[in-house]
């Protein structure tokens, strides 16, 4: 068996959003009205992170139509952006002269305690995956900040001897001292705050709030668990 093809370089670059971007404000967007006060300012609108996650999928349809691939769905926060670019990719397939056969698997990642990233790991549901073996497998991904999760993630998916990987990440974060890969992928390149919606929660909560926000302080102290 040849060795595993990690591509996760050289792909779609994402949207750079600088550091001292202050956001939009809240009362430009509807969102849930018991989040009021929780929110500091919108940083990506939901029509946006659509309009990129077509974009994204057209990339991917250039480079691997026609080839039968897994999608690995990484759960909790990835589940919105993965089931948004499959049905995007499923939109191509039918009305283009490419088509790319999918299959999707979900695994669940943790590894927040509140808003800081811990050492201890969770893969769940990713216990066996032969299936993989000499297959392509594109990797979705809500968000990565200091990379160790995807790293730890990639070494795992690439003991089952996959074919060809690629990882495709909604958000990455520009956090110290992260030398993780880049994704295939990358929606948007954000600054070192803790973003909340379009899945990605704290806590838990705020997964029902369609736009990626920062949440504010009170925001954290109010669902600190």
């Known amino acids: 068996m040849a060795d595993t093809v990690l591509q ?4 779609s670059g994402g949207i750079v959003i600088d550091d001292d971007w202050p956001g939009y404000s809240l009362e430009l967007f509807s969102y849930p009205a018991h989040y009021a006060g929780d929110l500091e300012c919108v940083v990506v609108p939901h029509g946006v992170i659509m309009d990129r996650t077509e974009r994204l999928a057209r990339d991917i349809m250039d480079d691997l139509g026609d080839h039968d691939i897994v999608v690995l769905c990484v759960l909790k926060g990835g589940y919105q952006f993965c089931a948004d670019l499959v049905d995007k990719i499923k939109v191509l397939s039918c009305s283009s002269d490419r088509t790319i056969p999918m299959r999707v698997h979900f695994i669940r990642l943790k590894s927040y305690l509140n808003d800081q990233s811990t050492e201890d790991l969770h893969i769940l549901g ?10 392509n ?6 968000i990565i900040g200091t990379g160790k999760t995807l790293k730890a993630l990639l070494k795992h998916v690439e003991a089952f001897k996959p074919k060809m990987i ?8 520009r956090v110290p001292h992260n030398t993780a890969q880049l994704p295939h992928y990358i929606g948007f390149e954000i600054p070192n705050r803790f973003v909340v919606g379009y899945a990605l929660d704290y ?6 709030l369609n736009h990626i926000c920062v949440i504010s302080e009170s ?7």
């Open 8 to 11: 996760t370089e050289g792909g």
């Open 126 to 135: 990713a216990e066996d995956l032969s299936f993989l073996q000499g297959k």
């Open 137 to 142: 497998v594109l990797i979705v991904e809500g």
């Open 166 to 173: 690629k990882v495709a990440g909604l958000l990455v974060k």
């Open 203 to 208: 806590n838990e909560y705020f997964r029902d």
């Open 219 to 225: 925001g954290k102290m109010k669902y600190k668990i």
